[in-house]
């Protein structure tokens, strides 16, 4: 799509090359593995579906100055906006088929600056094996904006949803949960006494999440609701509840907290509630029968990610958040909103 007709003239950008040949310098050679790609070369691209099953498909924007800083490393912004996408596939219990990125580019973006994302890029689509399908490129007046679109498969109807938790179920979540919220903390500066270690552990579950896509597809069939965790705990929770019609309680001591989370805000009820109300965990919060437990062990196995039981469906809404003594504990701001 052309700019404001006639008002708009393409400018010769100093530092980085023209649209076509950004195209085929920078993006082609990471459509290379997928042969609907075409190189980047065409109007569309086509994929197709192994026999049997559906398409799965989501999206998130990433924006300069809401989700990340001018001066952060261009290759971890690429992998954080690609990885937040294929989170959202992993909690479907989806298998990655490609993805679509769409770029809006303010005059500051440099080749540099262009080769470090598609640098980050490359790293992650080995690591997850995936390939970039198509996009879109646009100079914006604006802040620098990264939309990446993820396309996943799953056999038919077996996408796992939000809805479907039943009364009697237990509930889960994988990894640890509040690292990043502790990591964004340290990074804006906040005066602690962590070792190293610990430090550069949660700055980098905030900069770098880890898409549970292995463990994620050994869920189907198992899970009876599922989503990926980016809002915070008890929010996101509180979309299965809703759309589940069930009541979800959760008990504050069995959140999965890192020892390094721990060092830095302590152990206890408030640092359970506190980092059941940070975002950007990207963890899968699910629920199952109990009696699917030794299934489930199996399945953590084979991925190699661990889950952690934190609570039961019941009858009712809402999402209750308990103490050792099996008290409400309140949480003023359950998650992340944006507006
Ligand atoms: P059109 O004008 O037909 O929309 P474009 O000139 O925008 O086509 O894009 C040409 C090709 O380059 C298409 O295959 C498109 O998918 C791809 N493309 C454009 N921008 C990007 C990008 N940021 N990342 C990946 N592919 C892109
Ligand atoms: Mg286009």
Same mark, same amino acid.
């Given at each position: 799509?052309?700019?404001?007709?006639?008002?708009? +003239?393409?400018?010769?950008?100093?530092? =980085?090359?023209?649209?076509?040949?950004?195209?085929?310098?920078?993006?082609?050679?990471?459509?290379?593995?997928?042969?609907?790609?075409? @190189?980047?070369?065409?109007?569309?691209?086509?994929? +197709?579906?192994?026999? &049997?099953?559906?398409?799965?498909?989501?999206?998130?924007?990433?924006?300069?100055?809401?989700?990340?800083?001018?001066?952060?490393?261009?290759?971890?912004?690429?992998?954080? #906006?690609?990885?937040?996408?294929? !989170?959202?596939?992993?909690?479907?219990? $989806?298998?990655?088929? &490609?993805?679509?990125?769409?770029?809006? %580019?303010?005059?500051?973006?440099?080749?540099?600056?262009?080769?470090?994302?598609?640098?980050?890029?490359?790293?992650?689509?080995?690591? *997850?094996?995936? $390939?970039?399908?198509?996009?879109?490129?646009?100079?914006?007046?604006?802040? %620098?904006?990264?939309?990446?679109? $993820?396309?996943?498969?799953?056999?038919?109807?077996?996408?796992?949803? =939000?809805? &479907?938790?039943?009364?009697?179920?237990?509930?889960?979540?994988?990894?640890?949960? &509040?690292?990043?919220?502790?990591?964004?903390?340290?990074?804006?500066?906040?005066?602690?006494?962590?070792?190293?270690?610990?430090?550069? *552990?949660?700055? #980098?579950?905030?900069?770098?999440?880890?898409?549970?896509?292995? *463990?994620?597809?050994?869920?189907?069939? %198992? /899970?009876? /609701? !599922? %989503?990926?965790?980016?809002?915070?705990?008890?929010?996101?929770?509180?979309?299965?509840?809703?759309?589940? @019609?069930?009541?979800?309680?959760?008990? $504050?001591?069995?959140?999965?907290?890192?020892?390094?989370?721990?060092?830095?805000?302590?152990?206890?009820?408030?640092?359970?509630? =506190?980092?059941?109300?940070?975002?950007?965990?990207?963890?899968?919060?699910? +629920?199952?029968?109990?009696?699917?437990?030794?299934?489930?062990?199996?399945?953590?196995?084979? #991925?190699?990610?661990?889950?952690?039981?934190?609570?039961?469906?019941?009858?009712?809404?809402?999402?209750?958040?308990?103490?050792?003594?099996?008290?409400?504990?309140?949480?003023?701001?359950?998650?992340?909103?944006? *507006?």
């Amino acid at each position: 799509v052309t700019g404001v007709a006639g008002r708009m +003239t393409p400018k010769d950008h100093p530092n =980085r090359p023209g649209e076509f040949a950004m195209i085929a310098q920078i993006f082609a050679p990471l459509s290379g593995s997928a042969p609907g790609a075409f @190189g980047l070369s065409d109007d569309a691209a086509s994929c +197709t579906l192994p026999t &049997g099953h559906d398409m799965v498909v989501t999206t998130d924007v990433l924006v300069e100055g809401v989700h990340f800083l001018r001066d952060d490393l261009a290759e971890l912004i690429a992998r954080k #906006s690609l990885r937040v996408n294929l !989170s959202d596939l992993a909690a479907k219990g $989806a298998d990655t088929v &490609g993805y679509l990125l769409t770029l809006s %580019l303010p005059d500051w973006v440099d080749t540099g600056w262009l080769e470090g994302f598609a640098n980050g890029l490359r790293v992650d689509q080995d690591e *997850f094996g995936i $390939a970039l399908l198509g996009g879109d490129t646009t100079s914006t007046p604006g802040p %620098l904006t990264i939309g990446i679109t $993820a396309l996943g498969s799953v056999r038919r109807g077996g996408m796992l949803r =939000r809805a &479907g938790a039943e009364v009697g179920d237990r509930v889960f979540v994988t990894g640890t949960i &509040g690292d990043a919220g502790g990591g964004l903390e340290i990074l804006q500066g906040s005066e602690d006494s962590l070792s190293e270690a610990d430090r550069d *552990f949660l700055v #980098s579950r905030y900069l770098l999440p880890q898409p549970r896509l292995g *463990f994620g597809t050994l869920l189907k069939g %198992l /899970a009876t /609701a !599922s %989503l990926d965790v980016s809002d915070g705990l008890i929010a996101d929770l509180g979309h299965i509840s809703d759309v589940s @019609g069930v009541r979800i309680v959760v008990e $504050a001591s069995n959140i999965p907290l890192s020892p390094a989370l721990a060092a830095l805000w302590g152990n206890g009820t408030g640092t359970a509630a =506190r980092a059941a109300s940070a975002g950007d965990d990207y963890e899968i919060a699910f +629920t199952a029968p109990e009696s699917l437990l030794q299934t489930l062990n199996a399945a953590s196995q084979e #991925s190699g990610v661990v889950f952690t039981e934190i609570g039961r469906v019941e009858e009712g809404s809402g999402v209750s958040l308990l103490d050792p003594d099996g008290n409400a504990v309140a949480v003023d701001k359950p998650g992340f909103t944006h *507006f």
